[in-house]
């Protein structure tokens, strides 16, 4: 059965970091690539950007370039997301999802919350 | 970058009905890859349509997409209880990769 499994819920203050994990099982890790979105309070879904499956290939949204970071450890098949200098309006749900072929989310984690508060 | 529109913001409708969903993008979708994301509080998304029209296993007929180029649309035959949720569309065709807005189809 294939699954992705995330890091639990934190709690950070502003100009922290915070790094979340996404653990995939059930496939050949190395043949899909992952996104990232979030889900900030009262607000739509906002996509974060997508890391290959090696780590070779990131693309960012444009907002977040500069304080993102997506890597990937293919011996765990792990994914990772790092947010850095982190501000409040970065407190929302960050779910990790595997694209398919087709490069579109098909199974998705099951979301981490990240809390920046003061 | 590709700004999606959905329309309406709301949608009020009972078990049973038919739902029509929209999602207007602001320049052509490279090769239509537009997908449909059905999202509850406190679930993951869940992929209802991808590439417009395609519906991966395990969703149910009664959800369908359409459209090309500019004009989308996602349509659900006969509304059951659980299907009141949030709608998004997502375009994966051109980077940065974006969502619409969101429809909420609530019941009356």
């Known amino acids: 059965q294939v699954q992705v499994f995330q890091s639990g819920a934190e709690v950070k203050k502003p100009g922290a970091s915070v790094k979340v994990s996404c653990k995939a099982s059930?496939?050949?890790?190395?043949?899909?690539?992952f996104q990232w979105v979030r889900k900030a309070p009262g607000q739509g879904l906002e996509w974060v950007g997508i890391?290959?499956?090696?780590?070779?290939?990131?693309f960012y949204a444009e907002k977040l370039k500069g304080r993102v970071s997506m890597t990937s450890d293919s011996s765990t098949s792990t994914v990772y997301m790092e947010l850095s200098t982190l501000r409040s309006d970065d407190t929302a749900v960050y779910y990790c999802a595997r694209l398919n072929i087709d490069m579109v989310g098909d199974v998705w984690g099951q979301g981490t919350t990240i809390t920046v508060s003061s | 970058e590709i700004v999606l529109t959905q329309s309406p913001g709301t949608l009020s409708l009972s078990p049973g009905d038919r739902a029509t969903l929209s999602c207007r993008a602001s320049?052509?979708?490279?090769?239509?890859?537009l997908a449909w994301f059905q999202h509850k509080p406190g679930q993951a998304p869940r992929l209802l349509i991808f590439?417009?029209?395609s519906r991966p296993t395990g969703i149910p007929d009664r959800f369908s997409g359409s459209g090309s180029g500019t004009d989308f649309t996602l349509a659900i035959s006969r509304l059951e209880p659980e299907d009141f949720a949030v709608y998004y569309c997502?375009?994966?065709?051109?980077?940065?990769?974006?969502f619409g807005q969101g429809t909420k189809l609530e019941i009356k």
């Open positions: 059930g496939y050949t890790f190395n043949n899909f690539y």
């Open positions: 320049q052509r979708i490279s090769s239509n890859f």
């Open positions: 997502q375009q994966y065709g051109n980077s940065p990769w974006t």
């Open positions: 590439r417009a029209s």
């Open positions: 890391i290959s499956p090696g780590g070779g290939t990131t």
